[in-house]
């Protein structure tokens, strides 16, 4: 059964695309008509593109990987934060900093100097600065929040990047594309959806077609990390993870060929000791 239906999708507007004149004609096989000099997106196309994405995205999430949502425009920030951190998945609302994916390590010195401010404000570190110190300290720390505060639990690169405006957020999907990491988007009839990996044609404009199509992938994502922890769950219940299995059979493994060289060794003793005695 499909996640989404043609009338859900008409009745958010997900079918209106840009002016003819705006036009990527890379968008053709996606639109259905044109209609007072507007291009009419294909809905039935959607539909399927959506259920598509949606499975990727619930196969990654029943993995234990991360999906970074990216969506700095400023109808789908507050849509994007609220559905992200339903499933606690990472997301980039403000400017996309530079390198974030292709310089991640510096990305990450960034947020662990959040840590480091926090930790001074508890280990009383604090009153032993001026005014002055604490102020440009505060400062520094809100703007790293404010910019990289949704990304702090991101550990290691993003297992897939999932974006609002394929225009809009082209050095995000330029990073990705470089360092192998599958794109998914709502690509509007103006963009080009060549560096996309999952397409969803749809309206990227209007807050009800993103909160829609957000809010599907989402509820995939949701399922797939209620199925990874039925699994772990099974898994308990039948005695022990495969993991602890095959950590138990490789040390059972050293003990046997511990055991073993034990063995030749006294062998190899007694051997010399016959030696000794017959000479």
């Not at 008409?10 to 004149?21: D, I, K, Q, T």
């Not at 593109?49 to 970074?68: M, Q, R, S, T």
């Not at 957020?169 to 360092?179: F, H, K, Q, T, Y």
């Not at 103006?190 to 990227?204: E, G, H, L, Q, T």
Request: glycine letters at 4%.
């Amino acid at each position: 059964m499909s996640r989404t239906n043609f009338e859900e999708l008409l009745e958010a507007g997900s079918h209106f695309g840009h002016l003819r004149r705006k036009w990527n004609p890379a968008m053709a096989p996606y639109i259905f008509m044109e209609r007072n000099g507007i291009h009419i997106i294909d809905l039935h196309k959607t539909v399927a593109k959506i259920d598509e994405a949606a499975e990727a995205l619930k196969e990654l999430a029943k993995a234990g990987k991360k999906v970074l949502f990216v969506a700095t425009k400023k109808q789908a920030k507050e849509i994007v934060a609220e559905k992200a951190d339903s499933v606690n998945m990472p997301y980039v609302i403000e400017r996309w900093p530079g390198g974030m994916l292709t310089n991640f390590p510096t990305i990450r010195k960034a947020v662990k100097k959040m840590a480091t401010i926090d930790r001074l404000t508890k280990d009383g570190t604090y009153d032993n600065l001026s005014k002055r110190e604490v102020l440009q300290i505060s400062r520094q720390r809100a703007k790293l929040e404010k910019n990289l505060g949704s990304i702090a639990d991101l550990t290691r690169l993003p297992s897939a990047l999932f974006v609002v405006d394929v225009m809009k957020e082209d050095i995000a999907i330029r990073e990705a594309n470089r360092l192998g990491i599958p794109v998914f988007a709502i690509v509007d009839t103006n963009s080009n959806p060549k560096n996309v990996d999952y397409i969803i044609p749809a309206n990227d404009d209007a807050t009800k077609s993103i909160e829609l199509i957000i809010g599907k992938c989402c509820e995939a994502i949701k399922e797939g990390l209620e199925e990874r922890k039925a699994e772990k769950i099974d898994m308990e219940a039948a005695g022990e993870a495969p993991a602890a299995k095959g950590k138990r059979k490789a040390t059972r493994a050293r003990l046997d060929k511990a055991e073993q060289e034990a063995l030749n060794a006294s062998k190899a003793a007694a051997y010399l000791s016959e030696d000794e005695e017959e000479a």
